[in-house]
Nanobody, 125 residues
Framework: QVQLVESGGGLVQAGGSLRLSCLVSGRTFSDYAMGWFRQAPGKEREFVASISWFGGKTYYPDSVKGRFTISGDNAKNTVYLQLNSLKPEDTAVYYC??????????????????WGQGTQVTVSS
């Protein structure tokens, strides 16, 4: 079994930055994709960023491209999401996820089979 634990959320003013971390433990895979999603109250969970664990390839939706950066540290079994130039509409619970059958970054939520518990990000105007 794989466990994902997010940290680093909090309250920040618009224009500020945060760095989220996702510690991966338990069973590991030869290669797989990691992703970040977010869910605001009353909205569906949406894709934010993805990275291939060993290849380092990344993928972002247009809504965060240029502001958010996903990265991984294999030695620490940790995936990061750097959030810059934050906007009030970025307020959400941010979830880390692993797609064990994917070796390339993917935006498709149904391809992720392991999830963390989420960390709250609140951006004030």
């Amino acid at each position: 079994q794989v466990q994902l634990v997010e940290s680093g959320g909090g309250l920040v003013q618009a224009g500020g930055s945060l760095r989220l971390s996702c510690l991966v433990s338990g069973r590991t895979f030869s290669d797989y994709a990691m992703g970040w999603f977010r869910q605001a109250p009353g909205k569906e969970r949406e894709f934010v960023a993805s990275i291939s664990w060993f290849g380092g390839k990344t993928y972002y939706p247009d809504s965060v491209k240029g502001r958010f950066t996903i990265s991984g540290d294999n030695a620490k079994n940790t995936v990061y999401l750097q959030l810059n130039s934050l906007k009030p509409e970025d307020t959400a619970v941010y979830y880390c996820a692993a797609a064990s059958s994917r070796s390339r970054p993917t935006p498709y939520i149904h391809e992720y089979d392991y999830w963390g518990q989420g960390t709250q990000v609140t951006v004030s105007s």
